[in-house]
Each structure stands twice: as structure tokens, then as C-alpha cells.
């Protein structure tokens, strides 16, 4: 998964309303009830991903992929800190908190496309942090992002999926 | 609601706060509160403490929650003892074979509290 438009391994975002709709009601689920939290899509936010923190997830069987979750430090700071009450906002759990809210999203999206639930399976999420990387997916077909705001602070979600 | 004790299994330690935290909002009053990593723990948990009730993750690492089901009526103290499955998963397949290996009930994440006192109430109110 590359989040940057330029790579020649990571295929272009396409502007799709089923798969950007599913998205957009997974993730807006995932917070409503687990983070507590107001999300919406964030039109102006450009094309490419930013932040230091992704959550990922891959997906096998009938929809193959992967999903991938890409924000600030605070604004997965902000999202641990809802999760979590307030109690615990510590690097561990800022990390732990992106991975399962991947998780869910990931978990929740499956739901929503006909004939995947059963059929798809999904991997342990993983995290990855630093302050200049780039993500690149070997998937050979499309891509899909949406960035949506949380507390004014963008989060990014894209789908890379095999045809 | 009754004084119990719980289990909570789940690899992220995030979500086992999230999940006791859902319990006690649901009104449930836990006077003992365990945790484990994944079915490993859990059931090493188990030969040494007795619970009313046990919340289980099935995605996990080392032994996922579908074996730790499985593996459970090894253990003594355990036998009775509801077990709600949590999963991200969606699968109708996996929530019959959760069922099918002994599971109780099950909630899908994400949840609300209101969606777990649903399905835990019953199974505490059943409780000795």
C-alpha cells in the first residue's frame, strides 16, 4: 500500500460510491459506538494520506486485501483517550487503541459488501509508527480512500483491494 | 443485578478495558475482574480461579477463542460456566461454530453497553 498517488506499485484511488460508502458507514459505526465520538467525512482533506501512526489489517478469501487506518500521534492520542475513558493514554495503548479500531472497521466493512461475512477472513492488525514513511501494497487492483475528520484532525482509510 | 466475577480474554488490552467498562455501564457489579491475552492464558487463569462468567475474543494469537472453547471443559471449575464469544468477524459459520463448541451468546464488535447487558443478562440472572 503506497498512500502516495506517484508509485507505480500501488494502483490509483478510484472514486467509487458503493466502496467509498462502505467506508465511510463502517468507520462512522466503529466510532460512533467504540471511540464515542462524532466522525464525518472530510472533503477538503486533498489525496494524499498524512500522519505518523497506520493500523492495518489484511483481509483473504472473497474480498483480499488490505485495510488500512492512517492519522496523527493526537489524533490517535484522541481516539485512545475516548476508548479508554481517559484512564490510559499511554504509547502502548495509543497503538493497541488504532489496531483494533482497524480491526473493527475492517470487521465491520465485511458486513456490509453481499456474500463476504462468511467468506472473507481477517488478519492480526499491525501498527506502524515514525515520522516519514510510505506504505506499499503488493495488491494488483484498486484502491480505495476516504479521509474523514475526528475532533478537526483527519483520519485516513483506504482499501486496497485485488480484482 | 448480581455480584459476580469475570473472565475477560481478549489479545488487546484495550478492548479488555473497553469490555469491563461496557459491563460495569450495563450495571452488572464485578467484584473480581481477570484477564487474559488469549485462550493460553486464559485457561491457565482458570485451573487456579474460579469465575461466574467469561467474555472471549476469537481472533487471537497463540490459541484463538474457538479452541480455547474447546479446551475449556478440561477444566474443572469452568464447566457451567457461560461463555459469551466477542468478534469483529461477522461470520454467521463462526458465531454457529462458537455455539456449537459451547458458547452462550455472542456480541459483535463494535458494541454498546445497552448491546451487552442484552446479552449477559440473562446469563448472569441465571447464575447461582
Known amino acids: 500500500m503506497n498512500q502516495r498517488s506517484n508509485s507505480s506499485t500501488t494502483p490509483a484511488i478510484h472514486p467509487h460510491r458503493p466502496w467509498d460508502k462502505h467506508m465511510e458507514d463502517a468507520t462512522a459505526e466503529v466510532f460512533e459506538m467504540m471511540v464515542g465520538g462524532p466522525i464525518e467525512l472530510m472533503a477538503d482533506a486533498g489525496t494524499v494520506a498524512k500522519g505518523d501512526i497506520t493500523g492495518m489489517i489484511g483481509l ?22 475516548r476508548m479508554l475513558g481517559g484512564s490510559d ?18 470487521g465491520n466493512l465485511k458486513t456490509k459488501v453481499p456474500g463476504v461475512a462468511d467468506s472473507c477472513m481477517l488478519s492480526v492488525p499491525t501498527v506502524v509508527s515514525g515520522e516519514d514513511y510510505e506504505l506499499y501494497t503488493m495488491v494488483d487492483g484498486e484502491r480505495f480512500q476516504i479521509a474523514m475528520n475526528f475532533e478537526g484532525l483527519p483520519i485516513w482509510i483506504t482499501l486496497s483491494i485485488h480484482n | 443485578m448480581k455480584k459476580i466475577s469475570v473472565l475477560i480474554v481478549d489479545d488487546s ?33 482458570l485451573r487456579g480461579e474460579k469465575v461466574d462468567l467469561i467474555l472471549s475474543d476469537i481472533n487471537m494469537p497463540s490459541m484463538d477463542g474457538l479452541e480455547f472453547l474447546k479446551q475449556l471443559p478440561t477444566i474443572e471449575s469452568a464447566k457451567g460456566v457461560p461463555v459469551v464469544m466477542i468478534t ?38 441465571g447464575l447461582e
Not at chain 1, 89 to 106: K, W, Y
Not at chain 2, 16 to 45: D, F, M, P
Not at chain 2, 88 to 107: D, K, M, P
Open chain 2, 88 to 125: 469483529t468477524e461477522g461470520s454467521e459459520s463462526r458465531v454457529v461454530e462458537a455455539i456449537s463448541a459451547g458458547a452462550s451468546g455472542y456480541i459483535r464488535k463494535p458494541f454498546t453497553p445497552d448491546q451487552v447487558k442484552e446479552r449477559v443478562a440473562s446469563l448472569v440472572e
Open chain 1, 60 to 81: 483473504a478469501g472473497a474480498l483480499c486485501g488490505v485495510l488500512s487506518i492512517r492519522c496523527t500521534q493526537e489524533a490517535a492520542g484522541k481516539i485512545a483517550y
Open chain 1, 89 to 106: 493514554t499511554s504509547a502502548s495503548s495509543l497503538r493497541d487503541a488504532l489496531g483494533e479500531i482497524c480491526n473493527m472497521v475492517a
Open chain 2, 13 to 45: 488490552a484495550v478492548m479488555r478495558k473497553i469490555v469491563e467498562r461496557s459491563l460495569r455501564q450495563a450495571g452488572l457489579e464485578l467484584v473480581k475482574v481477570l484477564e487474559a491475552g488469549n485462550g493460553v492464558e486464559a485457561l491457565a487463569t
